[in-house]
């Protein structure tokens, strides 16, 4: 897909994979739609890449967990920005690992609510448009933890396990229309995603990572560039992308060279 004045709106943009993706198709020449929660971050960011690659940026600082925000964002969008043409629902997280026996209600909420209802609420808004227009992306950034279930990371699965189901059943649903719709699903990519599960625990999260080389959110970044990319015949449906030393979710080979 040629970059000229498409359209892409970018979820949890403000760190990690979102952030990533922001760069790598700004330097691709799309215009972009960047949402997050951090102002100061976003806005820096929107401001950085519209000078640095020429492009058109429109930061939109709001919580994707909440339904009335998303709606008096996204739905109520200037009329210069309505037509999207590839939405990437990258807004996501982990909190702590505990069996569900002493899981906190809270931390189950914040998963649910931003990587399943999230991405719920802004589908819900974006594809009626594309569907207008009959042509679009939609990309869902999933996990290898929706491919697999590990101890202790039982609600932070099962909301990927759900992502996983929702993308598909989209696909189907989105078919007549022209849109297509994909998963990118990653194994361990070092950004900010353990020291928000281990509540700022430094320690705890550079241990994840510790004697083999994650990936990179760039990596990520790329892929998904190739996948919008594509000529309009191919969809690339589901792509699971893991470091070299990661053959599952709790499977590494550590302090190999690297």
Partial sequence: ?????????????????????????????????????????????AEQLSTDCGVATLPLCFDVRDPQQVEAHIGRLP??????????????????????HDGLLDDWERMIDTNLKGMLYMTRLVAPRMIARRTGHIINIGSIAGREVYPN???????KQAVDALTKGLRMELLPFGIRVSQVAPGAV???????????????????YSGFEPLHAADVADLIAY???????VNIADVLIVPAAQASTTLFERDRAH
């Fill in 79 to 100: 009329e210069r920005w309505q037509a999207i043409d590839v939405l990437v629902n990258n807004a996501g997280l982990a909190v702590e690992l505990r069996p569900v």
């Fill in 153 to 159: 990371g039982n609600v932070y699965c099962a909301t």
């Fill in 190 to 208: 070092e950004t900010e995603f353990s020291i928000v599960r281990f509540k700022g625990d430094r320690p705890r999260a550079n241990a994840v």
């Fill in 1 to 45: 897909m040629s970059s000229e004045n498409k359209t892409v709106c970018i979820t949890g943009a403000t760190s990690g994979i979102g952030e990533a993706v922001a760069r790598r198709l700004a330097a691709d020449r799309y215009d972009l739609i960047m949402t997050g929660r951090r102002h100061d971050r976003l806005t820096a960011l």
């Fill in 227 to 233: 996948m919008i990319g594509c000529p309009p015949h």
